[in-house]
């Protein structure tokens, strides 16, 4: 069997857009033959989805689910090209089987789901069922990221917020799962979607991102002809106010509750609240939070230019 290195599982990947494992099991498959691997791929329908890997997938949806016992849970973004097909009942069954497989995966990474069999279907990998869904549906798709959650001292709710557009998980440690603990979970859930936090808390904020923070904000007021003839101490009180004002927004238990009556408790507060009142434990262990599209850049269209190029042959 021939060495398969590194650099030609990357150029098969870069002719064909297929996955980096299946461009792996296609050199492995075809003695590391570069033109038979690119038929191989094409035999398995990966390398006709790859014709559409140029296009943008940036709309599309995330989807959540939690087992009936509250235990397991999982959370996907799953990418279109278009807000067309992101509502189209085919596209969101698809990836609703998505999100169940994710919840049974044990896969450390994206290429390592995508390389998995595919429950429904145990001839197929993630990767090839996803070329089968592209081709029907005829537009480019992306499984973009996941993440499991598994709650061993308390349970998981979840939250879609707007059709699909943000998806939250949000792991609780309870001392029961009863349905006071499920509304505050929600309500949590509902939090983060609107307010999206960084972090749980303060302790959770790394030293090193809280110290770049500090540099900043004295570089901003070293930068101000009033504000830095100010006497040192005051200087580092002002540092530490804006820090601590910086961190109440991004840490989720210290934020305002945004259903909170008198507008000043804060989500910890609130938390401790429901507790206290429902005589068991309750806290907020982890979240996670999808927002469709964040960070990829969007395709825009100009239907104009395209009708020119067109006509005029391009």
């Known amino acids: 069997m021939a060495d398969i290195s590194a650099s030609m599982v990357k150029e098969l990947r870069e002719m064909t857009g297929a996955g980096m494992m299946d461009c792996k099991k296609a050199l492995a498959e075809t003695n590391a033959d570069m033109d038979k691997a690119v038929e191989y791929l094409r035999e398995k329908g990966l390398a006709k989805a790859a014709k559409k890997a140029s296009r943008i997938a940036a709309e599309g949806i995330c989807e959540t689910t939690v087992s009936a016992d509250g ?63 592209i081709a029907v549906i005829g537009e480019n798709m992306k499984i973009r990221r996941f993440e ?18 943000i998806g939250v998980l949000i792991q609780m440690d309870a001392s029961e799962m009863n349905a006071a603990a499920k509304e ?11 307010m999206n936090p960084k972090y749980v808390s303060k302790d959770d904020v790394d030293a090193d991102y809280i110290e770049h923070e500090k540099e900043i904000i004295k570089a901003q007021i070293m930068n101000d002809p009033k504000e830095s003839q100010k006497p040192e101490k005051v200087i580092e009180g002002m540092i530490s106010g804006r820090i601590n004002k910086e961190l109440k927004e991004i840490c989720l238990l210290d934020q305002v509750y945004v259903k909170a009556e008198d507008g000043k408790q804060s989500v910890a507060q609130y938390v401790a609240q429901v507790a206290k009142e429902n005589g068991m434990t309750l806290a907020i262990k982890k979240f996670v939070r999808f927002e469709t599209g964040e960070g990829l850049e969007k395709k825009q269209e100009d239907f104009a230019a395209e009708v020119a190029a067109q006509m005029a042959g391009v």
């Open 184 to 194: 505050c979970a929600k309500n949590v859930a509902m939090q983060v979607a609107a």
């Open 71 to 133: 235990k397991v849970a999982a959370i996907v973004e799953v990418n279109s090209e278009t807000d067309f097909v992101a509502k189209n009942d085919k596209f969101r069954g698809y990836v609703k089987t998505v999100v169940e497989q994710a919840a049974n995966s044990t896969a450390a990474d994206i290429d390592a789901f995508l390389a998995e069999t595919w429950a429904a279907d145990p001839s197929k990998t993630v990767a090839e069922e996803l070329a089968a869904q």
């Open 148 to 165: 499991r959650v598994v709650a061993e001292n308390g349970f998981v709710e979840s939250y879609i917020h707007s059709g699909g557009k």
